[in-house]
């Protein structure tokens, strides 16, 4: 078990490379404080699969830990992964739709909605899980222009926002990342509303023990920066060393909280 307590936390997707129970136990205890399940791979099947080992391994070793379904939004496929399909309209698909009614019936705590470009987005979401008898809460994923251009409100109308940087860096010019990314957290610290940083952190842990500088760094200054929270994608979920990832994520963070103020927290 990790020495301290984090104030940020550490959301870690969870996939093949991390579905057993005693891999999910080893990364609770090196740091994870939340789960994310990545809706635009996976059956349902999987999926439930997935949510009952987190919730056993949490309670195996006398944790809470928090699930957030991660809807896929309108994505289209392109020769170097995805991005958002300009042609559409909304952000919740019908797709979407049909995952929210999976996630609500499994309990997850939060549900992140892809591409928000305008606080309607955000309320749409809410109105479905209203009307569902639910009270999940809503994280706003910042990855399009539009997103950026209306983070005010999108700030606003959320419970909590996530940066997309994957998506987001191919929206706008790359060099322009960094100051979007410290416009974004300035917002939701502004704002006091949890503010994730996500997407190629720890990029080469997906096949390597140990990070780059590059990625400490990066990780690190999300942390200085204002960041709530820092996730895993891939190194996570497919990579090959998910307890380790995880670990020296936890050790960066404590090492940059040694410099900053108290974050607001998602438990």
């Known amino acids: 078990m990790k020495s301290k307590k984090t104030c940020a936390q550490i959301i870690a997707t969870i996939g093949p490379a991390s579905r057993e129970i005693n891999v999910l136990e080893k990364m609770m205890r090196a740091g994870m404080d939340v789960a994310r399940l ?3 791979h996976g059956t349902y099947e999987e999926h439930a699969k997935y949510i009952r080992r987190i919730r056993e391994a949490a ?3 006398g ?8 809807l896929s939004g309108p994505r289209e496929k392109t020769s170097g992964g995805h991005q958002f399909h300009e042609g559409a309209v909304k952000a919740i698909t019908e797709k979407d739709k049909k995952d929210l009614e999976f996630g609500l019936s499994q309990g997850v705590e939060y549900v992140c909605l892809s591409y928000v470009g305008n606080a309607e987005d955000v309320k749409e979401l809410r109105a479905l899980i209203k009307k569902a008898g639910a009270k999940t809460l809503v994280i706003a994923k910042v990855e399009r222009q539009a997103g950026l251009d209306n983070i005010q409100e999108i700030v606003k109308a959320a419970d909590a926002i996530m940066l997309g940087r994957g998506d987001l860096g191919q929206a706008i010019p790359m060099e322009q990342l960094p100051f979007a990314q410290h416009k974004v957290i300035a917002a939701c610290n502004k704002a ?3 503010v994730i940083v996500a997407t190629e952190m720890m990029l080469s842990m ?3 023990p140990t990070p ?7 990780v690190a200054h999300a942390i200085l920066d204002g960041a709530d929270a820092v996730m895993l994608s891939e190194e ?10 995880v670990s020296m994520m936890d050790k960066i963070v404590h090492e940059a909280e040694k410099h900053i103020k108290q974050k607001f927290s998602l438990l």
Do not use: H
């Open 206 to 208: 997906v096949k390597n």
């Open 59 to 61: 309670k195996n070793i």
């Open 38 to 40: 990545n809706f635009s």
């Open 192 to 194: 006091r509303k949890p």
């Open 236 to 245: 996570s979920a497919i990579g090959k060393f998910p307890v380790e990832t």
């Open 63 to 70: 944790k809470t830990i928090l699930i957030i379904q991660d």
């Open 212 to 218: 780059s500088r590059a990625e400490v760094n990066d």
